[in-house]
């Protein structure tokens, strides 16, 4: 029949948007229910179409704080996470010493770890070294769990990189500073990218390891569980739409100049 011809023939493209729906569709829920005007405290059943929200997002208490406090956390993560991450995967990629394949093993833990394992592990060090918790001990060990990603990422690109091309650089007398800024970091330079925004990613979203080590700290992902308990306020999915249109943005932004370069390239 010419219908099952047509579904064999476009099978893996069509198991491809099914599986896209499928992962595009909780966010279109959040996205929905970001203009509904709630009877009661749960934005859990459709009502009737509303701004109210939109118009004003920080309208909750103490919404918009933990907000900027999970972005400050994320972004000082993402930069603590990717220089580090940056450094050790140039480490072991490019320099034998001892104990690198260990070292190459136990970088892969934080990944394979439950996450409340590890927050319960560093939870037990920070009381033992009677460390306030708070701000500071939520950045060291989001920095932790994030530096494995990033890692992972750069790792792979490094690994990939042809090193004639700096032997190239350095036999035209370019020097170490040079070589590395104008040849390595361009080239290694999508790696980094995608290990920090890996990292920004996991650290803002976190909340078991930032449970255990925040103390009265309240960052988002906790506020909107303690909302959760009390009623769910719209504001919430305001927050929830407006990261997932900055998200795509910026992946589809990537994307554009990707194409351009390798357009302008040919």
């Not at 490094?158 to 350095?170: G, I, K, N, T």
Request: one cysteine or more; charged letters at 10%; a positive charge.
């Amino acid at each position: 029949m010419p219908v099952l011809r047509w579904i064999r023939r476009n099978l893996i493209v069509i198991a491809g948007l099914l599986t896209l729906a499928y992962m595009i569709l909780p966010n279109i829920v959040v996205m929905v229910f970001s203009f509904n005007k709630p009877n009661g405290r749960f934005n859990y059943a459709w009502q009737q179409f509303s701004l109210d929200a939109w118009k004003d997002p920080c309208g909750v208490a103490d919404m918009c704080g933990s907000l900027s406090l999970s972005l400050q956390i994320a972004v000082w993560a993402t930069v603590g996470a990717t220089v580090l991450g940056t450094m050790i995967s140039f480490a072991l990629v490019r320099y034998r010493f001892r104990a690198r394949g260990a070292i190459n093993s136990l970088i892969f833990l934080p990944m394979a770890m439950p996450e409340v394992v590890m927050a319960a592990s560093l939870l037990t060090l920070f009381l033992n070294m009677g460390a306030q918790l708070g701000f500071w001990t939520i950045l060291i060990a989001h920095i932790m769990f994030c530096l494995s990603f990033v890692v992972t990422a750069v790792k792979a690109r490094v690994m990939s990189m042809d090193p004639r091309l700096e032997e190239a650089a350095r036999d035209l007398y370019a020097g170490p500073v040079q070589t590395f800024m104008r040849v390595t970091l361009p080239i290694a330079a999508p790696g980094i990218a995608a290990g920090a925004l890996l990292a920004f990613a996991l650290s803002f979203d976190d909340f078991i390891i930032t449970n255990f080590n925040a103390g009265s700290t309240v960052t988002f992902p906790m506020f909107v569980w303690g909302s959760a308990q009390r009623g769910t306020p719209v504001q919430i999915n305001v927050i929830g739409t407006a990261m997932f249109i900055i998200a795509v943005t910026v992946v589809a932004v990537g994307q554009l100049i990707a194409n351009r370069r390798k357009n302008s390239a040919r």
